[in-house]
């Protein structure tokens, strides 16, 4: 976890324009299909509390970090949440199976988990000659070089490879096609079905889209999908939770 602040700055806080914000947010769901809210919200926040959320969700129970950090992101970018506030977090994870969202709001500031994600605050600043840093995919964060998100780092033995920052799909591709090339490749099915029998906590349009998309160079079509999946929940097959201007699409 990167975890930039605390607490927004009161520059920040004096200078927040809510639709501002959100016509930002706009272009990349424009571009990429994202989910966003359509109402802005009350004020900028910290990251460091919901960070440390996702932390002590993979310190308690291993593994679960990643529905953690998912139902956050989706939150932070479809809904009012604060990330620097503790009964909003626990009100963005109460929905989810097996977490006590009690319990990880309670954690947030335990010297266990404080304690891991400041490690990973300081392996997040170590981007400096690394090949995100190369790609001038990084920034400066407390006078260190930072990778940006969404950095991904393979690793296999004592080779790593570096995807720094926003990537294409095919970067990603690439880089695992080179450390695992024995891996079975699994071939686009012809609906949605299969895919939220296999990703269960559900997935928005434009994931779907990619997913179903075929070829080397895959072209998502979003309209086609939705379609797609309008006529699955008609039949009773698939359902749909609204999350801002798009809906989180589950078996």
Not at 16 to 26: N, S, T, V
Not at 60 to 77: C, H, K, M, N
Not at 127 to 147: C, E, F, I, N
Not at 157 to 167: H, L
């Amino acid at each position: 976890m990167i975890g930039l602040r605390e607490e927004a700055s009161d520059a920040a806080i004096r200078a927040y324009d809510g639709e501002r914000a959100l016509a930002r947010w706009r272009m990349f769901g424009d571009r990429y299909g994202m989910p966003f809210a359509t109402d802005p919200k009350p004020r900028p926040s910290g990251t460091g509390r919901g960070c440390r959320a996702v932390v002590a969700a993979g310190l308690d129970a291993p593994g679960s970090e990643w529905s953690v950090f998912r139902a956050l992101q989706v939150g932070y970018f479809t809904s009012a949440l604060l990330l620097d506030d503790s009964e909003s977090i626990r009100i963005a994870l109460s929905d989810l199976q097996d977490v006590d969202a009690d319990a990880l709001a309670a954690r947030i500031d335990d010297v266990e988990v404080v304690t891991e994600y400041e490690r990973q605050r300081t392996e997040a600043r170590s981007a400096v000659g690394t090949p995100a840093h190369a790609q001038a995919k990084t920034t400066a964060s407390d006078d260190l070089v930072r990778y940006t998100a969404p950095s991904v780092v393979f690793r296999r033995g004592a080779n790593a490879a570096v995807a720094g920052g926003w990537q294409p799909l095919l970067a990603y591709d690439t880089l695992l096609a080179n450390f695992a090339p024995g891996l079975e490749r699994t071939p686009p099915p012809d609906s949605p079905e299969p895919l939220l029998d296999y990703f269960r906590h559900g997935l928005t349009t434009a994931e779907i889209a990619m997913l179903l998309a075929r070829g080397s160079d895959p072209v998502p079509d979003a309209a086609a999908t939705e379609a797609m999946l309008v006529e699955l929940e008609a039949a009773g097959r698939v359902t749909s939770t609204v999350v801002g201007n798009d809906a989180i699409w589950r078996a």
